[in-house]
C-alpha cells in the first residue's frame, strides 16, 4: 500500500532549504547591488600620466609669455623696450588674479543660456584636486588660465610705444572679463551655445587669435598712429631678440596645442606634429614669397611665418591630418604675408602686425579647419568639407562671424570707456621721450 502513503516532511526539514535559497539571495544581492551602483556612477579616476602631461603644458604656456616679450620687445626702439615688456609682463598678474577671483567661473561655470558661466568658482571655491576627467579640476584650470593670461598681452602688439600702461592695465582687465571669457564660454564650455552647435576650436583659434587680433586691429585704429608714422618707421632695435623670443614661442606652442588634448595619449600626439609641420611649411610660404617679391630672405619674415603657421594650425591641431597641416601651414604663410603688406596700403598703425597675423591667421586657421577636419582623427571633432561635410565649413564661418563681431563691439565700447577714464595716449613729449621713461622712470639700456 506504499503507492498510496503521503510522503511528509516535519517542519524543520521543509523550512531549512527555503531559509538557505534566501540567503543565497540575499548575498547575491549583498555583492551585486553595490557593484551595479558603481558601475553607473563610478567616480572618475585620476590618471598620474595624464596629470603631469597637462601640468607640463601648462608650463609651456607660460613660458610663452616671456617669450612673446622677446618677440615684441625686440621689435621696437630701444627707448620702449622694457615698456613693451611690461605690457606683456604685467598680464601674467593681473590676469592670474582676475582668473581666481572670477574669470574661471564666468568661462566654465554652470552655463546660463549657452552665454556665460555662473558664480559657482568665484575665488575658485569647489575648484579642488578632484577629478576632472583623469586630471585634476585644479590642473585643468590652471593650464586654461595660461591661455586667458597672453591673450590680452597679444593685443598689446598693436599699441605699443604709445599707449599709457595705466590705460593697458584696465583695459586688458575689462577685455578678458567682458570678452575673452564669454567667448571661451561659448567655445569651450560643457553647455556653450558654439560648442552645442558643433563649431571646432581644438586649442583657441577663434577664443585666443582671432578675438585678440580684431582687437588689435581696433586698438590700433583708435589710438591713433605713432608720431611720424608712416613717414617715419620705428626700425626694430634687435632683431636678435625677437628671433630668440620666437623660439620660446615655437616651444611653447607644443604646449598650448598638444596639451589641449588633456590626455597624454595619440590624439596629443597627433597635435604635436601638425604643430611643428604648419610652422615650418609657414616660414617657408612666407619666406618664398617675400624672396619673391623683395629680392631677399629676411630673419624677420621667417619668424613672422612660423609664427602665422602656429597661429593657423592651432584651431585645427587635433582635427586635421599632417598633410592638411602641411597645407593650413602655406596658406597661412601666403594669406598673413599679404595681411602684413595691406597695412602700408591702408596706414593704419598695427605696430607689430597683430592683426595680420593672429587676427588673419586665427580666422584662416577656424575656416580651414572646416576643409580638413576627419572624424577619424578624433571622434569628438567631425568631418570636414573635404571629408563631405561643407556644413563644417558653415559652422566655423558662424563661429568666426560671431565671435568677431562681439569682439569688435565690446572692445570698441572698452576703448572709448577706458579714454574716459585714464586717457589711451601717452603725449607726444612723453612718446618722444619713450616709454620706459615716460612711464616707468626706467631704461632697458645704460648707453
Not at 554652470?110 to 578632484?130: F, N, P
Not at 591667421?361 to 576627419?374: D, E, I, K, N, R
Not at 586717457?423 to 632697458?444: C, F
Request: one cysteine or more; hydrophobic letters at 55%; a positive charge.
Amino acid at each position: 500500500m506504499r503507492l498510496f502513503v503521503r510522503s511528509e516532511r516535519s517542519p524543520r526539514q521543509s523550512i531549512a532549504p527555503r531559509r538557505s535559497r534566501a540567503a543565497a539571495l540575499v548575498a547575491a544581492l549583498v555583492l551585486l547591488v553595490p557593484a551595479a551602483a558603481l558601475a553607473e556612477g563610478a567616480a572618475p579616476k585620476l590618471d598620474s600620466g595624464n596629470t603631469a602631461w597637462l601640468l607640463i603644458s601648462s608650463a609651456f604656456v607660460l613660458f610663452m609669455t616671456p617669450g612673446l616679450a622677446l618677440f615684441y620687445g625686440g621689435m621696437v626702439h630701444r627707448r620702449n623696450v622694457l615698456s613693451t615688456f611690461m605690457f606683456v609682463h604685467f598680464a601674467l598678474a593681473v590676469i592670474t588674479v582676475q582668473w581666481v577671483v572670477v574669470g574661471y567661473s564666468l568661462a566654465f561655470g554652470k552655463t546660463h543660456g549657452g552665454l556665460i558661466g555662473g558664480l559657482d568658482y568665484v575665488l575658485l571655491g569647489g575648484v579642488t584636486g578632484d577629478p576632472r576627467g583623469s586630471v585634476p579640476h585644479l590642473a585643468f584650470m590652471a593650464f586654461q588660465m595660461k591661455f586667458a593670461i597672453i591673450t590680452p598681452a597679444l593685443i598689446a602688439g598693436a599699441f605699443v610705444e604709445r599707449m599709457r600702461f595705466s590705460a593697458y592695465v584696465l583695459f586688458a582687465l575689462l577685455w578678458t572679463t567682458l570678452v575673452y571669457d564669454p567667448v571661451a564660454h561659448w567655445t569651450w564650455a560643457e553647455g556653450g551655445w558654439l560648442a552645442k552647435l558643433g563649431v571646432l576650436d581644438f586649442a583657441g583659434g577663434t577664443v585666443v587669435h582671432l578675438t585678440a587680433g580684431l582687437a588689435a586691429l581696433l586698438c590700433a585704429i583708435v589710438v591713433g598712429r605713432r608720431s611720424g608714422y608712416p613717414r617715419q618707421r620705428s626700425l626694430p632695435h634687435n632683431l636678435t631678440m625677437t628671433v630668440t623670443g620666437a623660439g620660446l614661442l615655437w616651444f611653447g606652442w607644443f604646449g598650448f596645442n598638444a596639451g589641449s588634448a588633456l590626455e597624454a595619449n595619440g590624439l596629443a600626439a597627433l597635435a604635436f606634429c601638425t604643430t611643428h609641420v604648419s610652422a615650418g611649411s609657414a616660414a617657408l610660404a612666407w619666406i618664398t614669397v617675400e624672396w619673391l617679391r623683395r629680392g631677399r630672405p629676411t630673419m624677420l619674415g621667417f619668424v613672422s611665418g612660423l609664427v602665422a603657421g602656429l597661429v593657423a594650425i592651432t584651431p585645427a591641431a587635433g582635427y586635421v591630418s599632417i598633410a592638411a597641416s602641411l597645407a593650413i601651414g602655406a596658406a597661412s604663410g601666403v594669406v598673413c604675408f599679404a595681411a602684413v603688406q595691406l597695412k602700408e596700403r591702408l596706414h593704419y598703425d598695427d605696430s607689430l602686425d597683430a592683426f595680420g597675423v593672429h587676427g588673419v591667421g586665427g580666422m584662416l586657421g577656424a575656416l580651414l579647419t572646416g576643409v580638413f577636419s576627419q572624424k577619424r582623427l578624433n571622434p569628438a571633432g567631425a568631418d570636414g568639407l573635404l571629408a563631405g561635410n561643407p556644413r563644417q565649413l558653415g559652422l566655423q564661418a558662424l563661429g568666426v562671424g560671431a565671435a568677431g563681431a562681439y569682439a569688435l563691439v565690446v572692445t570698441f565700447v572698452l576703448l572709448k570707456l577706458v579714454d574716459a577714464i585714464v586717457g589711451l595716449r601717452v603725449s607726444e613729449e612723453e612718446e618722444a621721450e619713450g616709454l620706459d621713461a615716460s612711464q616707468h622712470g626706467e631704461s632697458g639700456y645704460i648707453m
